[in-house]
């Protein structure tokens, strides 16, 4: 995305603002016109402070009224003051000047102020020329100026909204590579447990001249049962619900568990606390089988049922 520096892109605006009251300097007897003085003051600040002041793009909310004040402000004093000295001109300055202050405003995200504020010019300008002013006194132009500046702080409203909500997915899309990653890892390192005594059990196996006693078959049924489990179970299979399951299987509890995508819409977060949950009710249990599954595609994401043989209500039964 490329980005310009503010004060950089405000220079040019604020040289030409400067610009504009220098005819009123160079006009004669300009010391003695101070209400024409005050006004270039209070413009000289609203117009630098609007440009140039405060961090980020929106302009503090009071500045903004600072700035609806000079708006009705600017024009009385310098008609005020052109009518004290019988001076019929208008000020061309303070009609632009101000009419750029107003859009400075509203570009900096403070629209409706800068609308007010150039309904109040208007009105000062029609109530005090008539409608003479809007073709004599420049209005035609500040109007266009500013509705210009309303169209531009849409725009970068617009602009503004769909950058924090392409931040927003980006964050969103690093944190679940992050949970697959650290996901990923873990399963790694659970079938790395496995394979480290699934590897020596083999080669027990393999060297052994007899018949498999009973201990060596149970410790190759259980390895067994694990590999399938990893290749079943996949997003199933934390820490915790390996540690249950070997449990259970150490009872002698068959275990099936089955991951068939119910859980992908949610987060490793949820999925692990939906794992929890089924691992705390699962403590019941010391005999019989266990059916753990994840069913796509229906209004629960995990399943959990245990049965005992002969036995014709589950000993637990239970959707989350």
Do not use: C, H
């Not at 009385?76 to 101000?98: C, E, F, K, P, Y």
Request: proline share 3%; charged share 20%; hydrophobic share 50%.
């Amino acid at each position: 995305m490329i980005s310009i520096n503010r004060a950089i892109a405000s220079l040019l605006p604020y040289i030409y603002a400067l610009y504009l009251p220098i005819q009123s300097i160079f006009l004669p007897g300009f010391s003695t016109r101070y209400l024409e003085i005050i006004a270039l003051i209070i413009y000289a600040y609203a117009v630098t402070a609007t440009l140039l002041f405060f961090r980020g793009l929106q302009l503090p909310r009071w500045q903004a009224f600072f700035n609806l004040g000079a708006a009705l402000a600017l024009p009385i004093l310098v008609i005020t003051q052109r009518q004290l000295i019988n001076d019929d001109s208008i000020g061309a300055w303070v009609v632009m000047g101000t009419a750029l202050v107003l859009t400075a405003t509203a570009v900096r995200q403070q629209a409706r102020l800068a609308l007010i504020g150039i309904a109040v010019l208007l009105a000062v300008l029609l109530v005090e020329y008539g409608q003479a002013a809007i073709a004599t006194a420049g209005l035609a132009g500040a109007l266009v100026f500013v509705l210009a500046g309303l169209a531009v702080s849409r725009g970068i409203a617009r602009a503004t909204r769909e950058s924090e909500k392409f931040r927003a997915k980006e964050i969103e899309t690093r944190t679940k590579i992050a949970e697959l990653e650290a996901a990923s890892r873990e399963r790694q390192q659970q079938l790395s447990q496995v394979l480290g005594t699934a590897v020596p059990l083999l080669s027990v196996i393999k060297d052994s001249q007899g018949p498999l006693n009973e201990d060596l078959r149970q410790s190759a049924k259980l390895v067994e049962a694990t590999l399938r489990d990893n290749l079943r179970g996949r997003e199933l299979l934390n820490r915790a619900m390996s540690n249950e399951i070997q449990r259970l299987r150490n009872l002698g509890v068959e275990v099936l568990i089955l991951d068939e995508g119910g859980t992908q819409s949610i987060s490793a977060k949820e999925r692990d606390e939906l794992l929890s949950r089924a691992v705390d009710s699962l403590q019941v249990v010391t005999q019989g089988r266990v059916t753990i599954r994840s069913p796509k595609g229906e209004d629960f994401r995990l399943t959990v049922v245990a049965t005992i043989p002969g036995q014709a209500q589950p000993v637990l039964s239970l959707r989350l």
